[in-house]
Structure formats: C-alpha cells, structure tokens
C-alpha cells in the first residue's frame, strides 16, 4: 500500500465520519480498506496531512489562502461540457485543465467520483447518467 492512497483514504475517512484517535483511525483504514498500519506511521501521516485533533475528531486544516473554488475556476477557464454516459468531459484552454481537475477534487462534490486532467481536457466520473446530465447543468451555470 503506498504513502499517497494511505493519506488519501484517511482523509475520506475523517471527512466522512468522526475519527477522535488514531487507535479508531487504524481500525477504521482496517476494516474500510485493509489497510495495516502501525501507530508510528498513522503519526506521521497525521502531521504531514496538516490534521488537528478537535472534540469531533481529526479536522484538516485549511490553508491560509485557499485556492480559487470550482465557480470562479469554471468561470474564467471552462470552454465546453460534455456528457457522455455517465462521463462529463470538460474542455479549457491549452494548459489549464490541471487547476479546473484540482478546484473540483478540493470542492469534494458528492456527484464526482473522480477526475483525470490532461492539458486542455478534464474527465469526470460520476455514478450514473443522470447524475452526469444534472453535473453538467451545473458546471455550463458557471459560464
């Protein structure tokens, strides 16, 4: 199991429900994931992934200045939304689509499974052809 998907799962774990230790969040990458981690790496994890421990649990905290969110993204560099089945395609201009691919990842919508970025083009996956259809009326709001 690499660093990268390790970090990414505890932080879907503790955006999608309380974590208050790191003995609950090592059962909880156990048993959601089969993830086998010790207490020494969970520690580490926790201090690179910048997490606090608050009353409700391990919160990330925000960067001092956040970056540009999907809207005003969308708004300066989308050119065209397109659905293919349960796939939205996005098109921005030539080198842009990375910083639309990232602004959708951080707004963490439910509707996106995922993206892949390549240099003017953005796929997204969602779970069904109507989620897609409803994600695209959305998107083609911000232009």
Known sequence: MNKAFRQGQILRLIRKKPIL???DLAHELKVSQGIDTTQV????????????????GYRQVEAA????????IAAELLQDVRVAQNL??????????????????????????????????VLIVTPDTGTAENLRKKLLGFI
Not at 45 to 54: F, I, N, P, S, W
Not at 65 to 72: K, L, N, Q, R
Not at 97 to 117: F, K, R
């Open 21 to 23: 230790t790191q003995e």
């Open 41 to 56: 790496t969970l520690s580490r994890d926790v201090r690179e992934l910048g997490l606090l421990k608050t009353p409700e």
């Open 65 to 72: 200045s956040p970056a540009p969110d999907v809207e005003t």
């Open 88 to 121: 939205i395609v996005l098109r921005t201009s030539p080198g842009n689509a990375n910083a639309l691919a990232v602004a959708l990842d951080q707004a963490d919508w439910p509707e996106i499974v995922g993206t892949i970025a390549g240099d003017d083009t």
